[in-house]
């Protein structure tokens, strides 16, 4: 088994030069980097670059190759644009020479007014009220929740809620994280990024049931609406409008228990028909 990491120890990068960052070792069941923790190392890199009147508002990722869960990753900020209200940075994540992961994030100064609208939240049972997704999950996917205990699913059954007739695939999870996070609007954010990731590649699977596919994610945009705190109930109602020639896209909103609207993440993945002998997410022996 793994040594547990908690949220505090993936994103404590160390700065080893100026805009320069470094990854601990976050050991894996997994082969490859988990997608969202690349990602949310990568947003603290930028975010140490930043004036502390700006926060992210988005960000927009590809993932290039497969990260070595065993080995360390190097982050290198470019500081594209620092401007009155908005400012730009260009993350690369780089392993053993190669860069494996590449991200735009945009800040935005605080205090700026506008027009005001939101979409609704469905109307679900409260997490309360439901199980833990562990148990109604496939094995691979129940594979990948052991090494996510310090995180809370609950995954609300399709017939209770309202579909949608017109969007093919579509799952509703509760989601949080057990452990209280510190009172710091960034680290709530960074943890979303990370959080982000789980479950959605899924979604594209549920007019598929039985189908093994091999999964992956290919990249990953996210907008950051209002502020939220990670460590309270989150509501991600996801939808994948297409699924095609062995990619799948998928969509999420990310509402807080209230009902507001405060994230919202697209992700295109690979969700290629699993050859024999191949495993839906590489899986390695740790000694």
């Not at 735009?104 to 009220?129: L, N, T």
Request: proline share 6%; aromatic share 8%.
């Amino acid at each position: 088994m793994t040594a547990k990491h908690s949220i505090s120890d993936i994103l404590d990068l160390e700065r080893i030069d100026s805009d320069i960052y470094r990854s601990p070792v976050i050991e894996s069941e997994l082969e490859r980097t988990f997608g969202g923790q690349v990602a949310a190392q990568a947003l603290v890199a930028a975010t140490r670059t930043i004036e502390t009147d700006k926060f992210v508002h988005s960000l927009h990722g590809y993932f290039i190759r497969p990260g070595k869960s065993n080995e360390e990753t190097v982050f290198l900020v470019n500081r594209m644009r620092d401007g009155n209200s908005f400012a730009t940075r260009h993350v690369e994540a780089i392993q053993n020479g190669e860069t494996i992961f590449s991200m735009q994030a945009s800040f935005h100064r605080s205090g700026d007014e506008g027009i005001e609208h939101s979409d609704h939240m469905r109307e679900v049972p409260r997490p309360e009220d439901l199980d833990d997704a562990r148990s109604t999950l496939p094995p691979s996917s129940r594979a990948l929740l052991e090494e996510w205990s310090d995180w809370d699913f609950r995954m609300v059954p399709p017939d209770r809620y309202e579909h949608n007739k017109y969007t093919p695939s579509q799952q509703v999870v509760w989601f949080r994280s057990k452990q209280q996070l510190p009172d710091d609007d960034t680290f709530h954010v960074c943890t979303l990024a990370y959080m982000s990731d789980m479950t959605l590649l899924q979604s594209s699977m549920v007019p598929h049931p039985g189908h093994k596919v091999q999964m992956a994610s290919l990249d990953h945009a996210m907008w950051f609406l209002r502020p939220f705190r990670a460590d309270e109930w989150l509501l991600y109602d996801q939808v994948s409008p297409s699924a095609h020639a062995g990619r799948a896209l998928t969509h999420g909103r990310i509402f807080d228990s209230a009902g507001n609207l405060v994230a919202m993440v697209t992700q295109e993945g690979l969700t290629r028909t699993l050859r024999e002998g191949r495993k839906p997410f590489p899986l390695r022996t740790l000694k």
